[in-house]
């Protein structure tokens, strides 16, 4: 019986197989996700988690990684950042909740 190498070798060569476009372009956009987009991911999975010091601690990352941006380019859009009110007001529900919970 042959092997698989010998068969596939034998009808293509693997160094002239394609990619199709569109897993490229997939792959494509799976490498290029913004930073933030990450550190957001990781805060709903701490807070999902309960340890909500780690999930203070990405907010504090995404307040660093903005005021550097704003340093670097200026005051504009990126100074009121949506996603971090949001991450701040659901730190502070669960912190409450967690407040409220104990005895």
């Known amino acids: 019986m042959r092997s698989i190498s010998a068969f596939l070798s034998s009808r293509i060569s693997m160094a002239d197989t394609a990619v199709p476009q569109n897993r490229l372009d997939r792959v494509g956009q799976a ?5 933030a987009d990450s550190i957001e991911e990781a805060f709903q ?9 780690t999930a203070a601690d990405l907010v504090g990352v995404l307040e660093e990684q903005r005021d550097r941006w704003i340093a670097a380019h200026g005051k504009e859009r990126r100074s009121d950042h949506p996603h971090l009110t949001r991450m701040k007001e659901e ?10 919970d104990q005895p």
Do not use: Y
């Not at 490498?31 to 930073?35: C, N, S």
């Not at 999975?45 to 010091?53: I, Q, T, V, W």
């Open 91 to 100: 730190l502070l529900r669960r912190r409450r909740a967690r407040l409220a």
């Open 31 to 35: 490498a290029h996700r913004r930073l």
């Open 45 to 53: 999975h701490a807070c999902l988690l309960g340890d909500l010091d």
